[in-house]
């Protein structure tokens, strides 16, 4: 317990060293993987820590020969980082000089860079207290050997990641959704998309510490995508992302100090994993419960339309009160499924039922709400017919398909290119009974 209390309470400097340099990845990886996952190009995160290996072990080496420390983080930094660029150059050489696409360039350069640096870093293993090298923490992560300095390291790169996206929000989502109309208006596209890749590139360096080369990428792709689920809005979607990533940092530390046995890097993708799956299922725009309940609610809409079209069309020209016979003979409504739509509408006041439910009468509120349905679905149909060259056996399935989701807009639109004559109906005649 006390060493439970300890860890809770950060008594620890080194649990405080770890937590905000973790937390502070955590937050830049998930702000750049925003606009990294819009731009379709989440493999090439993947892509960068792995290549980032033959530029380590390049750099133990190079470090070593002219009498620096080899375990040092920024003679690691600068190697991984010249290996990351050369790879990105690499993979854009392939897909400007070939036929291949993204997805087979990414894999030969992953594959082949990372199969360098592992050939390179047995090599190492080999040498006289090459055991010692310790460069594997840089493989899987090892944020418990983070000290000060690469706390703030991760600080400074972490500002940068937030004051470049801040300030050039517009641009990058300009970039992310219209990249050929930027291309038209003049903007300096291709500089934006290497400023972006650039940022990638240095949160990919920063996390090689934190998760480690073949851990990086899921934080720079799971924060943004778990915040895809709330909202549809890029800023909102920014901040909540770069929220996910510092927290999912954040838990993973503390539960790796509780225990110690499991790696900490492991741990912060788990979390960051726990955080996906709460948004996929609770999510507030495209989570499964929000969409289940949605279209749930659009179903019940379309049905209880569907009753009231059915009624007035039973009734038009004829007796207003319509027989549930009727009503059967329309649809192919199962007779439970029309009782209980049609006591829900009764409900609302939309229509009144005899005392047996044997027929049914729309009142004032349910004639206007059926005359606008109906007037709508037979617009729609004389549109087809007229301007979409529909056959007349065909049109009123495939009104059906759209009439729920004409706006008054749209409808005047319609209004405005049809005839005269179905412009001053209140409601047009059938146009399938019309027709020849």
Known sequence: MDSFWRVLLLQDHNTRVVLAGACLFGAAAGLAGTFLL?????????TLGHATLPGITFAFLMAESFGFSPRSFPWLALGATISG???MGAVLMIRKLSRLKDDAALAIVLSVFFGAGIAMLSAIQQLPGGQAAGLERLIYGNPASMTASDAWFVLAASLIVAVVCGCLLKEFTLLCFDEAYAITAGWPVRSLDALLMGLVVLVTIVGLQTVGILLVVALLVIPPAAARFWSDELRTVSLFAAAVGGISAVVGVLSSALLPGLPTGAL????????????????KKRGLLMRYFVEREAARRLQREHVLRAIFECAEGADPVVSIDALLAKRPWKKSQLASEVGLLADEGLLTTDPGGSSVQLNGRGDIEARRLVRNHRLWEIYLLTHADVAPSRVDRDADLIEHVL??????ELEDILDDKARERLVP????????
């Open 38 to 46: 819009l731009r379709k190009r989440s493999l090439l995160g993947d």
């Open 429 to 436: 005649s059938n146009p399938e009974k019309v027709q020849p």
């Open 268 to 283: 912060i993708v788990l979390s960051a994993a726990l955080f996906f799956g709460i948004s996929f299922l609770l999510g």
């Open 85 to 87: 660029v050369t790879g």
């Open 407 to 412: 706006d008054p807009r749209l409808v005047q």
